[in-house]
């Protein structure tokens, strides 16, 4: 310590060791996936988030519109962090834009060596456990729906059994009741015209994690959904554990794991 005109100077240490850190991008519009993410990601891991700029209202033009913000929403990070893997939080807007595009404009500005969201978790997340069929329940308009269903088709995933509630704003899509969506995921694979493997609840604006046991307890199938699986990835490709409710998050062996190309 000493003493001068301006006060006094005290020395100081840096921590030697950091936490490994994630990064997170999340829709203005999003209000759920940040606490899900909170939830299920565990504790050694840092969760730090940026925003980027979203339509109140989801339509393949506004989810293509995103791309233009991506690599100036991934620099927000603070410039001292070292993320192990960032997430993009958006499934259709991924489906929409591409998963390499998503992946190459945020490393424009984040020198991540991995970067991932939903849609290439989804793929890994059914690589690990086995999955070929989904049925896919989305809260979103047919031409949003159908982009996610093609993209998953040309990775081999098929989706015969397929439901949506049909809403276009976003502000209504965080607000559809946990009951609305056990019901739903019910019916939808007790009247599928085909056999399927596992349901998908796709969007990360959705509050799907109150009713994933229930529905794997109903239905008797692994319950995915866009938050649990991008936490699931995210956790994996940082060397961590993701934790919270379905079978993918209680796996006690590694599945396999893909980064975004």
């Known amino acids: 310590m000493t003493r001068q005109d301006n006060g006094v100077h005290f020395p100081h ?87 390499a595009e998503v992946a190459a404009r945020i490393r424009k500005a984040v020198p991540a060596p991995h970067v991932t969201e939903p849609v290439s978790a989804l793929i890994a997340a059914c690589a690990a456990l086995g999955l070929r069929r989904l049925a896919l329940l989305s809260p979103y308009i047919a031409p949003v729906s159908d982009r996610l269903r093609a993209v998953l088709a040309a990775a081999g995933i098929e989706t015969p059994t397929f439901g949506s509630f049909l809403i276009e704003e976003e502000a209504r899509v965080v607000r559809i009741s946990a009951g609305s969506v056990l019901v739903a995921g019910q019916q939808l694979v007790a009247e599928s015209p085909e056999p399927v493997d596992a349901l998908f609840l796709s969007c990360t604006n959705l509050r799907t994690l109150p009713v994933i046991a229930a529905l794997e307890e109903t239905i008797g199938l692994p319950v995915l959904a866009s938050n649990t699986v991008l936490a699931w990835h995210m956790a994996r490709l940082a060397g961590a554990r993701a934790q919270g409710p379905g079978r993918l998050l209680q796996m006690t062996t590694a599945g396999t794991v893909r980064a975004a190309e």
Do not use: K, N, W
């Open 13 to 99: 240490d840096l921590e030697p060791q950091r936490p490994t850190q994630v990064g997170l991008i999340v829709l203005q519009s999003d209000e759920t996936i940040e606490p899900d993410l909170h939830r299920l990601l565990p504790p050694e891991l840092e969760l730090l988030v940026s925003r980027i700029p979203s339509g109140a209202e989801v339509t393949p033009d506004t989810l293509a519109a995103m791309e233009g913000y991506m690599t100036a929403s991934a620099a927000l990070f603070p410039g001292g962090a070292r993320l192990a893997a960032v997430g993009y939080g958006c499934t259709s807007g991924t489906a929409q834009i591409g998963a």
